[in-house]
C-alpha cells in the first residue's frame, strides 16, 4: 500500500486549500484514513481522520475549519481546509490503516504513511 499526498501550497491567511491522498495498491474502501502534521521545530499532531464507514474525528486545530471526506471510486480522501491561519503552516500527512473489522472508528495508529504536502499560509 502506497499513499500519495497532494494538494499543498502557498496561500493567504483566511484563504482554502483541498488536499488530496490517493491510496495506491488495495481497495481503499477498507482503510482508515488519517491527517497529521508537522510544523517546523514542533511534534507531529494529528488533524483528522475519517473511518472505512465515513465517521470523523477532529482534533482541536481543525475543528470548524476542516472537512474530510471519501471517494472510494477513485482511491482518495480529501482534506478541505477553510479559513486558514498562519499557524496552520506545516507539512500535511495522510496515513492509512487496514480498519474494516472496525468500520466505525479511527485507529490510533497507522501502518502507511504518505510523504507529505507543504501548506504555507501567508501573506
Known amino acids: 500500500v502506497q499513499l500519495q499526498a497532494s494538494g499543498g501550497g502557498l496561500v493567504q491567511p483566511g484563504g482554502s486549500l483541498r488536499l488530496s491522498c490517493v491510496i495506491y495498491?488495495?481497495?481503499?474502501?477498507?482503510?482508515?484514513v488519517g491527517w497529521f502534521r508537522q510544523a517546523p521545530g514542533k511534534e507531529r499532531e494529528w488533524v483528522l481522520c475519517?473511518?472505512?464507514?465515513?465517521?470523523?474525528n477532529f482534533g482541536n486545530s481543525g475543528k470548524g475549519r476542516f472537512t474530510i471526506s471519501r471517494d472510494n471510486a477513485q482511491h482518495t480522501v480529501h482534506l478541505q481546509m477553510n479559513s486558514l491561519k498562519s499557524e496552520d503552516t506545516a507539512v500535511y500527512f495522510c496515513?492509512?490503516?487496514?480498519?474494516?473489522?472496525?468500520?466505525?472508528?479511527?485507529?490510533?495508529?497507522?501502518?502507511?504513511w504518505g510523504r507529505g504536502t507543504q501548506v504555507t499560509v501567508s501573506s
Open positions: 475519517i473511518s472505512v464507514d465515513g465517521s470523523t
Open positions: 496515513a492509512a490503516e487496514r480498519y474494516g473489522r472496525y468500520p466505525r472508528t479511527c485507529p490510533r495508529s497507522y501502518d502507511y
Open positions: 495498491g488495495s481497495p481503499s474502501d477498507d482503510y482508515a
